[in-house]
């Protein structure tokens, strides 16, 4: 069961010990007390989600170079899912939402020097500003300014 993603290794050993109190086969116990491990993207990220938006201050040590952050992400996220989250999905989601993050508020900061440069206020659009970077290369240049990619 563990193999195929259905319990997660901490789940098993609760579910070895019920097997061993009531002789039931691992199958029925799982079934019986609503085990199954959540390995849908989906309902995974709604609780990466909450974790973000109910620990900003620690996203943004995180964002600030302090990776160690990433198991007290997974931990709130398992602890939301009462340690039937994917564990090795959860970590892969993070990841790639707090990096996503990353690129975003690097790309925000930098659309924000455009607006500065080439004087719009206020900033209504990044893909706008994004727009105008590519009109406006000398002023970009002036100013010490490249482009970052997401």
Do not use: C
């Not at 901490?10 to 116990?29: H, N, R, Y």
């Amino acid at each position: 069961m563990i193999s195929k993603g259905v319990i997660s290794g901490k789940i098993a050993k609760d579910v070895f010990a019920e097997m061993m109190v009531t002789k039931k086969s691992p199958q029925d116990i799982v079934k019986d007390k609503g085990l199954e491990q959540v390995s849908d993207d989906k309902e995974i990220m709604k609780l990466i989600d909450r974790v973000i938006s109910e620990n900003q201050d620690k996203v943004k040590e995180y964002l600030d170079g302090k990776d160690k952050l990433l198991g007290f992400f997974v931990g709130q996220v398992m602890k939301l899912s009462q340690g039937k989250a994917n564990p090795g999905l959860v970590n892969k989601l993070l990841k790639e939402n707090l990096k996503w993050w990353h690129y975003f508020l690097l790309n925000f900061q930098f659309a924000k020097k455009i607006a500065n440069i080439i004087e719009i206020k206020p900033i209504a659009n990044l893909k706008v500003i994004a727009s105008l970077s590519i009109k406006y290369p000398s002023k970009m240049a002036d100013n010490g300014l490249k482009p970052r990619e997401i």
